[in-house]
């Protein structure tokens, strides 16, 4: 028997030691795992898209995808959704489609122990709200910061700010008025409106029309464009005379607007993609191909979430639990996650530690990059 | 030392438990006061959202009665304080059924926020068709559900107080279970250590006993022999005592066995450690041809 020297054993147990490094980070589920999607319309393409790329590299995920009425749907209609989804033993849900909504399914998800991963949710209330929830934004708070300092920088002082009355409107206006102020301007006005649902009635005429005449310099659209054409007297938009606008990251979404961008050519809103984002661009790419259409904002975090799951998937990750903790350990054990919205990692609230806003502007109905 | 170590046993168990038991209660403790806590400031909330709610309906009329803009500026301020507060209240750590309340509280808040907001919104053209109406069956909706969530505090707050004292009870079994714990542990040190002083009694005795015996299977050996040349010389003596040579000869053999007992007891008396040769098989004796280890013996002082 030829005998074996210390340094083919060395080697041996070299080769070993890699093999079990390295099989954990090639371990796959054998069955097919679930995502519940429950996000707005926007948002699913980028999903879909995600989806696709990861069974094109082994990985056996599929979408679970809500209506958009039920996507849309807050408090019982958000628990309901969210519920369903963790019965059919999805291995995260990617949503809500607005904050009242991702509020009110966040408990749920707490309690059944399944990650709930928010991809643009800006609400501040969202903020620790729980160990299974994971946001890939920023807040509403420094979205707020941001479109304060870019109106002080363009010379606005006078201030107007059309606000719905839920958690975004009011968390939004509330932060920029915040701002805004601190830097020496004046909110001259602020008018807040119910979402459709509350006020069916409701007339926004007259609140856009003190707007429009109130002398002020801007006016920051703390809503969503889908509600406000939907609502009666948003005619008042498309009449001669308004300042300039600005909105938050949901206040112009091409796909909402249907082609109407007339009365928002110009506004500049936030935008959830870093500046100049390579990796952006490639998305777009792809999305383009993919969809024939250009990908609007929640697209891209939408394919992120759904890309960090596939990620933690092919790390090994099998359910919730596993899943969970790969999210947690992002950005301390683990590098961060390289998406197409920048580098993705959470701190101990559940939120993004690198979230931050761009601002863009609204020019013939699409969304370009507001040169400083 | 080992029936010492084994007295103490029960002391370290004590110690032991008790250490636990002050941990555990610390820690029940300190989440009572953090519940204390979030109590308190759930209390200080929703007495913030109340006022705030009141104050915003109080500006909203006051700008729908005289149309000054300062009452609209003061109304939309109260709106957004009072959207923090309830942002304040939702992070602190509620139940599922608090936070449910609070939910329910905030929507019909908003709702009543809509319906002020609107009269506001249009007081500068036409009126609003019902709103009196409206407003009153939002402010009962808004208060309704504000008194839910008062409801659900003084529930909690009744919850506490049963736990502060079920925790009270807690604590006084526990001192009670520890002090009986440490009468119990006392009583059976005091047991151990006069049972142990027993029984070095009884260690010294039986020492004291085999050394006795030792000295008897001495004296037996070194004196029985003279003696019974003694014994033996006097019967002689008595058949002898008209041979003078003889009598000489046997008073002589007494003279040397009473010199040989005396040598014995001599020795016997300078003896300063003992120490033993078999006598027979299992039956130890004093060796008193053993070199004496010991000082010697102080002189005696000659008798006056």
Same mark, same amino acid.
């Given at each position: 028997?030829?005998?074996?020297?210390?340094?083919?054993?060395?080697?041996?147990?070299?080769?070993?030691?890699?093999?079990?490094?390295?099989?954990?980070?090639?371990?796959?589920?054998?069955?097919?795992?679930?995502?519940?999607?429950?996000?707005?319309?926007?948002?699913?393409?980028?999903?879909?898209?995600?989806?696709?790329?990861?069974?094109?590299?082994?990985?056996?995920?599929?979408?679970?995808?809500?209506?958009?009425?039920?996507?849309?749907?807050?408090?019982?209609?958000?628990?309901?959704?969210?519920?369903?989804?963790?019965?059919?033993?999805?291995?995260?849900?990617?949503?809500?489609?607005?904050?009242?909504?991702?509020?009110?399914?966040?408990?749920?998800?707490?309690?059944?122990?399944?990650?709930?991963?928010?991809?643009?949710? &800006?609400?501040? =209330? %969202? #903020?620790?709200? !729980?160990?299974?929830? *994971? +946001?890939?934004? @920023?807040?509403?708070? /420094?979205? $707020?910061?941001?479109?304060?300092?870019?109106?002080?920088?363009?010379?606005?002082?006078?201030?107007?700010?059309?606000?719905?009355?839920?958690?975004?409107?009011?968390?939004?206006?509330?932060?920029?008025?915040?701002?805004?102020?601190?830097?020496?301007?004046?909110?001259?006005?602020?008018?807040?409106?119910?979402?459709?649902?509350?006020?069916?009635?409701?007339?926004?005429?007259?609140?856009?029309?003190?707007?429009?005449?109130?002398?002020?310099?801007?006016?920051?659209?703390?809503?969503? &464009?889908?509600? =406000? %054409? #939907?609502?009666? !007297?948003?005619?008042? *938009? +498309?009449?001669? @005379?308004?300042?300039? /606008?600005? $909105?938050?990251?949901?206040?112009?979404?091409?796909?909402?607007?249907?082609?109407?961008?007339?009365?928002?050519?110009?506004?500049?809103?936030?935008?959830?993609?870093?500046?100049?984002?390579?990796?952006?661009?490639?998305?777009?790419?792809?999305?383009?191909?993919?969809?024939?259409?250009?990908?609007?904002?929640?697209?891209?975090?939408?394919?992120?979430?759904?890309?960090?799951?596939?990620?933690?998937?092919?790390?090994?990750?099998?359910?919730?639990?596993?899943?969970?903790?790969?999210?947690?350990?992002?950005?301390?054990?683990?590098?961060?996650?390289?998406?197409?919205?920048?580098?993705?990692?959470?701190?101990?609230? $559940?939120?993004?530690?690198?979230?931050?806003?761009?601002?863009?502007?609204?020019?013939?109905?699409?969304?370009?990059?507001?040169?400083? | 030392?080992?029936?010492?170590?084994?007295?103490?046993?029960?002391?370290?168990?004590?110690?032991?438990?008790?250490?636990?038991?002050?941990?555990?209660?610390?820690?029940?403790?300190?989440?009572?006061?953090?519940?204390?806590?979030?109590?308190?400031?759930?209390?200080?909330?929703?007495?913030?959202?109340?006022?705030?709610?009141?104050?915003?309906?109080?500006?909203?009329?006051?700008?729908?009665?005289?149309?000054?803009?300062?009452?609209?500026?003061?109304?939309?301020?109260?709106?957004?304080?009072?959207?923090?507060?309830?942002?304040?209240?939702?992070?602190?750590?509620?139940?599922?059924?608090?936070?449910?309340?609070?939910?329910?509280?905030?929507?019909?808040?908003?709702?009543?926020?809509?319906?002020?907001?609107?009269?506001?919104?249009?007081?500068?053209?036409?009126?609003?068709?019902?709103?009196?109406?409206?407003?009153?069956?939002?402010?009962?909706?808004?208060?309704?559900?504000?008194?839910?969530?008062?409801?659900?505090?003084?529930?909690?707050?009744?919850?506490?107080?049963?736990?502060?004292?079920?925790?009270?009870?807690?604590?006084?079994?526990?001192?009670?279970?520890?002090?009986?714990?440490?009468?119990?542990?006392?009583?059976?040190?005091?047991?151990?250590?006069?049972?142990?002083?027993?029984?070095?009694?009884?260690?010294?005795?039986?020492?004291?006993?085999?050394?006795?015996?030792?000295?008897?299977?001495?004296?037996?050996?070194?004196?029985?022999?003279?003696?019974?040349?003694?014994?033996?010389?006097?019967?002689?003596?008595?058949?002898?005592?008209?041979?003078?040579?003889?009598?000489?000869?046997?008073?002589?053999?007494?003279?040397?066995?009473?010199?040989?007992?005396?040598?014995?007891?001599?020795?016997?008396?300078?003896?300063?450690?003992?120490?033993?040769?078999?006598?027979?098989?299992?039956?130890?004796?004093?060796?008193?041809?053993?070199?004496?280890?010991?000082?010697?013996?102080?002189?005696?002082?000659?008798?006056?």
């Amino acid at each position: 028997m030829a005998w074996v020297g210390p340094s083919a054993v060395s080697r041996a147990l070299t080769l070993l030691a890699l093999a079990l490094l390295v099989l954990p980070a090639c371990r796959r589920p054998s069955q097919e795992l679930l995502i519940g999607l429950a996000v707005h319309p926007s948002g699913v393409n980028g999903a879909t898209l995600a989806v696709e790329e990861l069974r094109a590299r082994g990985i056996r995920v599929r979408l679970r995808t809500a209506s958009r009425e039920d996507a849309d749907s807050i408090g019982a209609g958000a628990v309901a959704l969210a519920e369903s989804f963790v019965r059919s033993g999805v291995v995260a849900v990617v949503g809500h489609s607005s904050s009242a909504a991702s509020l009110s399914a966040a408990n749920l998800v707490n309690r059944a122990h399944v990650p709930l991963l928010i991809p643009n949710s &800006t609400s501040p =209330l %969202l #903020s620790g709200i !729980g160990p299974w929830v *994971f +946001r890939l934004c @920023g807040t509403d708070t /420094l979205q $707020g910061r941001v479109l304060a300092s870019h109106a002080w920088r363009a010379g606005f002082r006078r201030a107007g700010i059309l606000y719905v009355l839920d958690d975004y409107g009011k968390g939004l206006a509330t932060a920029f008025a915040r701002s805004f102020e601190q830097q020496g301007g004046h909110v001259a006005l602020a008018v807040g409106y119910s979402w459709m649902s509350d006020r069916p009635d409701g007339d926004l005429g007259p609140a856009l029309l003190r707007l429009r005449s109130g002398g002020l310099d801007v006016v920051l659209l703390a809503a969503r &464009t889908r509600d =406000l %054409l #939907s609502l009666p !007297g948003a005619a008042e *938009f +498309r009449k001669e @005379g308004w300042p300039a /606008l600005l $909105g938050g990251d949901v206040a112009y979404v091409p796909l909402d607007a249907g082609g109407v961008s007339a009365p928002f050519e110009g506004m500049v809103v936030t935008s959830l993609l870093p500046e100049r984002s390579l990796a952006a661009e490639r998305f777009a790419t792809r999305y383009r191909v993919r969809f024939g259409s250009e990908p609007e904002n929640p697209s891209y975090a939408c394919y992120d979430a759904v890309g960090l799951i596939g990620q933690a998937i092919a790390s090994g990750a099998a359910g919730p639990d596993d899943l969970q903790r790969f999210l947690r350990r992002l950005g301390r054990e683990l590098p961060a996650y390289e998406g197409v919205t920048g580098k993705l990692s959470f701190d101990e609230r $559940g939120d993004a530690r690198e979230a931050t806003f761009s601002l863009v502007r609204v020019a013939n109905g699409k969304l370009v990059a507001v040169t400083p | 030392m080992l029936l010492t170590a084994l007295g103490l046993l029960p002391f370290v168990a004590l110690a032991y438990l008790g250490v636990q038991a002050a941990v555990e209660t610390r820690r029940a403790f300190a989440n009572l006061n953090a519940s204390l806590d979030t109590l308190t400031e759930a209390v200080r909330l929703e007495g913030l959202v109340r006022q705030g709610i009141a104050d915003e309906m109080g500006a909203a009329r006051e700008y729908l009665a005289r149309r000054n803009e300062p009452a609209w500026q003061r109304f939309t301020r109260l709106t957004w304080t009072t959207y923090e507060n309830e942002a304040r209240y939702l992070g602190l750590p509620l139940t599922s059924e608090e936070r449910l309340a609070v939910e329910r509280m905030r929507t019909q808040h908003r709702l009543l926020e809509g319906v002020l907001q609107e009269a506001m919104t249009r007081a500068d053209g036409r009126a609003v068709p019902g709103l009196e109406a409206q407003l009153e069956a939002a402010e009962a909706a808004s208060t309704r559900a504000l008194e839910d969530v008062s409801r659900m505090l003084q529930e909690r707050m009744a919850q506490m107080a049963g736990t502060a004292d079920a925790a009270a009870v807690h604590l006084g079994r526990l001192v009670t279970t520890l002090a009986g714990l440490f009468v119990v542990s006392l009583l059976l040190l005091v047991v151990l250590l006069l049972r142990a002083a027993e029984m070095q009694r009884r260690l010294v005795e039986a020492e004291r006993l085999a050394a006795v015996a030792q000295v008897g299977v001495t004296l037996r050996h070194e004196i029985n022999n003279p003696l019974a040349v003694v014994v033996g010389a006097a019967d002689i003596l008595r058949e002898v005592r008209d041979d003078p040579q003889a009598v000489g000869e046997w008073a002589e053999a007494v003279a040397l066995a009473a010199a040989r007992i005396r040598d014995v007891l001599r020795r016997l008396e300078e003896l300063r450690s003992v120490e033993t040769v078999d006598y027979t098989p299992g039956v130890p004796m004093v060796d008193l041809e053993a070199k004496p280890s010991g000082p010697p013996p102080a002189p005696k002082a000659p008798p006056s």
